[in-house]
């Protein structure tokens, strides 16, 4: 039986916390400067991603919900590049900007897919009057909300966040933390937390070190009177230790290969309190939680879980296994890791996609001289739900395991992959390819991937296309039979 998908749309969810910005400098490196023993970075990608607190909204945004941010950013350049990346996503910015602040800006360099390199622009505390206008702020927020997340960095923001939860507490809304530091009472009454294995036994008092995960949790959630408590474990899962549960509840971790784990706790927390506002018990709330986690540890830097990706890696799950593990059908994470081993034993990485709804000559012609260019090929498909998005109602003809089923029985496939967006250019970015190949009714500047494969020296190809052969075409004839029969 599938487990109750939740109705995330309904959800509206209040973030408060640290914002930062969070910037990617990306490019190649093939040689050590003269200068000092460090790798030289020809820069070729400069990226801005959202980060803190800005991240966990994101995260929420992205599973349907409607979500307001509240944080302070500085009078600055990263401030104003912040708050434009947060309005093309559809978050209700509350963010205060402050001319005595600086924002948070963290700067990775990343060469060969390794970071090399961060630098941190951060303030040290945040002003009285920041904080005084922050919380007035709050109060008039709160009402409106079925739950407020709180997202600690340390940086100053929630230096009040004993009011901010004392508030919402009286008005009935529910209050989760993400903490930071050495003590929590700050966060006293909240309605859960969700600590990781080192910041829950940083609290736990001497006398309790020697002892269980179990004992420890169960400790720091009736010292903090909360509902729950939530630790998060790494590739060990997390566990929900529950108010009047004496027995815990333990999650495994569901990703086979971890890519990043930059910005996971942003997303468990942000599922987390996203189902519960939507309406789910905390222990099927923290069931999805974990799987998000397991996307989104397969990717590369801060990045967010949606709905769809969440929705589809359920349907992977429970899709028949000689459809998900068939050998060339992969998820995500297990097809990073095959990728990574077959480009250091030297093989070249071919990678097309499509929604290969009825497999016909055409697609077939296509994938054979796309294998001809490499010695592997990849073939990324679209999910269901992106095939009626870019082919309307009614399409796809044949759902998603059954396409997929059907690539990866033909010989000149190796991997085949989902995707759920409504382009692969994130998947591609992950990939990497060394060719990205298209069919002839593309031209090159309309290949999604396409600039980033460019980029780090790759090829974008185009192969010739069968001409009146399309599934379009096929549909449009069967239909035409169908009616004159």
């Known amino acids: 039986m599938l487990p109750l998908f939740p109705c995330f749309e309904t959800a509206r969810v209040l973030v408060a916390g640290d914002v930062m910005l969070d910037r990617y400098w990306y490019g190649d490196t093939e040689h050590i400067s003269p200068e000092a023993p460090v790798p030289v970075v020809k820069v070729s990608r400069v990226e801005a991603r959202a980060g803190g607190a800005a991240n966990v909204a994101l995260n929420v945004a992205a599973l349907g919900a409607e979500v307001t941010l509240l944080g302070i950013v500085g009078d600055d350049e990263a401030g104003a590049e912040l708050t434009d990346t947060l309005s093309a996503d559809g978050i209700n910015n509350a963010l205060q900007v402050r001319s005595e602040a600086a924002t948070i800006c963290k700067t990775r360099v990343i060469g060969r897919h390794q970071q090399l390199l961060r630098m941190d622009i951060e303030a040290v505390r945040q002003s009285e009057t920041s904080l005084r206008i922050l919380q007035a702020r709050f109060e008039q927020l709160v009402a409106s909300h079925h739950m407020v997340i709180l997202s600690d960095y340390a940086k100053g923001t929630l230096a009040y966040s004993a009011a901010l939860i004392e508030c919402a507490r009286a008005g009935g809304v529910p209050v989760i933390v993400d903490p930071k530091g050495g003590s929590f009472e700050r966060y006293r009454g909240a309605t859960g937390m969700t600590p990781n294995l080192s910041e829950l036994r940083a609290v736990t008092p001497a006398s309790l070190q020697g002892r269980s995960i179990d004992v420890q949790g169960a400790h720091v959630r009736d010292a903090l009177d909360l509902d729950w408590l939530l630790v998060t474990q790494g590739e060990e899962g997390m566990t929900l230790y529950r108010r009047n549960e004496k027995r815990s509840l333990h999650e495994k971790a569901l990703a086979r290969e971890v890519f990043d784990v ?174 990205l190949v298209k069919g002839a009714d593309y031209s090159p500047e309309d290949i999604a991937g396409a600039e980033h494969v460019l980029a780090l020296g790759g090829r974008v190809e185009i192969v010739d296309s069968m001409s009146n052969c399309s599934t379009s075409g096929l549909i449009a004839t069967i239909q035409k039979l169908s009616a004159s029969s």
């Open 262 to 435: 930059t910005g996971a706790g942003d997303t468990v927390i942000a599922t987390l309190g996203t189902a519960l506002a939507a309406g789910l018990p905390v222990a099927q709330s923290v069931a999805w939680a974990n799987r998000a986690a397991g996307i989104v540890v397969s990717k590369l830097g801060t990045s967010t879980v949606s709905r769809d990706e969440l929705k589809q890696s359920l349907t992977l799950s429970y899709a028949p296994s000689a459809y998900l593990y068939s050998g060339a059908v992969q998820d995500i994470p297990a097809l990073l890791a095959l990728v990574r081993e077959a480009r250091a034993g030297g093989e070249t990485i071919v990678m097309t996609n499509g929604c290969f709804d009825i497999l016909h000559a055409g697609h077939v012609a296509c994938l054979e001289q796309a294998r001809g260019l490499g010695t592997r090929l990849l073939v990324a498909v679209n999910a269901d739900e992106s095939v009626r998005r870019l082919k309307g109602a009614g399409r796809p003809i044949n759902p998603l395991p059954q396409r997929m089923a059907v690539l990866a029985a033909l010989r000149v496939v190796d991997w085949v992959v989902a995707f759920t967006d409504g382009t692969p250019a994130s998947l591609i970015e992950a990939i990497s390819p060394d060719v």
